[in-house]
């Protein structure tokens, strides 16, 4: 089945910085989709990608489609401590009909 | 206005006992599905909806099951629990298979 692989793992910054994560795959996917999971809470979505190259930004969020269609990235400008969380790439490709394909997560902690 | 609502949000079962998680969003959503979340491994796919009377599996399908006989509700059945099947369990729901999954928040199994 459908992979992606999610990097890095676990994040631990200074509040300020700029904070990257990614997203690759094994697979084409038609949408990409960025989430935010507090403790205890349920995933929110935080930016949804449907094109190719596509560049969008959230408040201080950017995340981008990227080209070959099969990686996504995400970026955080500007860190505060209420950004800390567990971030979650997901993908949804042309077959799957609702079916969403997970990363297995970035652990962001941030150090005021 | 409520979402995806998950009831309930902590359940403890024996081994061998049945249970049905409940899941049900007013947003007039077609699809729906089930995800387990475990650690250090994301979200899987349990079960999928594409609208009411239709299902079909997801990753992990084997111990659950599902039925749609509305718009709105979509449980999740375990007919003989096992200690293998401790996770959280989300439920989401999606205009179409093209748009953002919005989650519930979550019900944590425990199987002792």
């Known amino acids: 089945g459908q992979q992606l692989n999610q990097s890095p793992q676990s994040m631990f910054i200074q509040e300020g910085e700029d904070v990257s994560m990614n997203c690759t795959s094994s697979s084409i996917f038609n949408t990409w989709l960025w989430y935010k999971q507090d403790p205890g809470e349920g995933p929110v979505l935080l930016i949804a990608?449907?094109?190719?190259?596509e560049l969008t930004s959230n408040g201080r969020l950017t995340a981008q489609f990227g080209i070959t269609r099969k990686d996504s990235f995400l970026n955080i400008s500007a860190s505060i401590p209420s950004d800390v969380g567990i971030y979650f790439c997901a993908g949804q490709g042309g077959t799957s009909y609702g079916k969403l394909t997970f990363g297995q997560g970035t652990i962001l902690t941030v150090h005021p | 206005n409520a979402g995806v609502t998950q009831t309930p949000k902590f359940q403890v079962l024996k081994t061998g006992q049945s249970m049905t998680l409940q899941c049900a969003q007013d947003?007039?959503?077609?699809?729906m599905s089930w995800y387990r979340q475990d650690p250090g491994m994301g979200l899987r796919l349990i079960h999928y909806?594409?609208?009411?009377?239709?299902?079909d599996q997801g990753e992990v399908p084997n111990g659950y099951n599902v039925s749609r006989s509305t718009t709105e509700d979509f449980p999740l059945r375990l007919l003989s629990a096992a200690p293998s099947q401790t996770s959280v369990y989300f439920c989401a729901s999606s205009l179409n298979r093209v748009t953002e999954a919005f989650f519930g928040q979550g019900t944590r199994l425990t199987v002792v």
């Open positions: 909806s594409v609208g009411a009377g239709i299902t």
């Open positions: 947003m007039n959503h077609e699809y």
């Open positions: 990608l449907y094109k190719a190259g």
